[in-house]
């Protein structure tokens, strides 16, 4: 297994050697002015996903800028096979504190041997895009996101814009059905192993969180906010996953190392890997529901895709008695929330392929 890097100070000159020698680049070091164009330049060039490189593929780095100025790093995936016909695309990102070397490139390396063209990007503040501080996340800024992927495949000469879709994984299928609801340039919209970020922290799991939590959870996080505000080094983070499980007998939090903090998905830029968010991250997600228009995808349709097993399952189903038609929910037997982020004999994408080549027409 890789060596994690210790969740410490990203200016810190230790870390600052860590990040560098694990292809992290300026954008991981803080520097948000970087332009799309640097940002690229600093991306790493070698091969350094969590999963192998297809050869029936094309694969380069690329990099665009959100409206909001932040520079994003995606790696665009093409079919070698691809003739002269211009491609459905799709934008992908996620699961929520991973990145795009992670389930996202997994699922766009996927979808391009399948015909299509696929970008997977890393959110604003996360991986190799830029923003400061580093490790933080907004349901706005994330929804932007996908909404510049959009934007950058659009411009692509080989994409066809009026054939652009979005895969969301974990949190971000949140973010993409919140994108898909005002962006009228999407013409379908898939999620697997959805969470509602706004919902989960807002709320607690299963929507457990009492108003006295709720109160106690915001008092800490905006007294946190004078602490960061006074220190001179980066904001405080909450922590990730722990290295080991001993005395751990929490079934999630299982589910996320095996994922996390092992070969199987470990990534020296994942947060889920390291150190995690910014201790004030959900201040912004418990007072800004995200999914309030998800009505407003429709005529355009929607996939919903969960695990039987997944603790998150009633998120998936929920947006789904949300959204109107055209809209479908796939529930597959047996799988777990994190099946869904690497297991090809589980992932369902003869389905996710079928759904995108009904649509993108």
Known sequence: MTTPISPTDPQDPARRELLLAAGAGAAALGMASLSA???????????????PQSDRVDHRKVSFTNRYGIALVGDLYLPKDRGEALLPALAVAGPFGAVKEQAAGLYAQEMAER??????????????????????ASPDI???????AVDFLGLQ?????DRIGMIGICGFGGMALNAAAPDKRVKAVAVTSMYDMSRVNARGYFDAMTEEDRTEALTAMSLQRWEDAASEGAPKLAGGLPDTLDGIDNPVIAMYHAY??????YHPRSLNSNGGWNVTSAMSFMNMPQLTYIHEISP?????IAGSEAHSRYFSEDAYAAARDPKELVIIDGADHCDLYDQKDIIPFDRLQAFFEGHLT
């Open 115 to 136: 015909g299509f063209a696929a970008v997977a990007f890393d959110p604003s503040y996360i991986g190799e895009s830029g923003g400061a501080p580093r490790y933080v």
């Open 260 to 265: 996390y903090k092992t070969d199987r998905g």
């Open 157 to 161: 000469d080989v994409v066809d814009r």
């Open 142 to 148: 994330n929804t932007e996101d996908f909404m510049a």
């Open 37 to 51: 164009e640097a940002a690229l330049a600093q991306a790493s060039a070698e091969w350094d996903k969590t999963f």
């Open 300 to 304: 355009r349709p929607a996939l919903i």
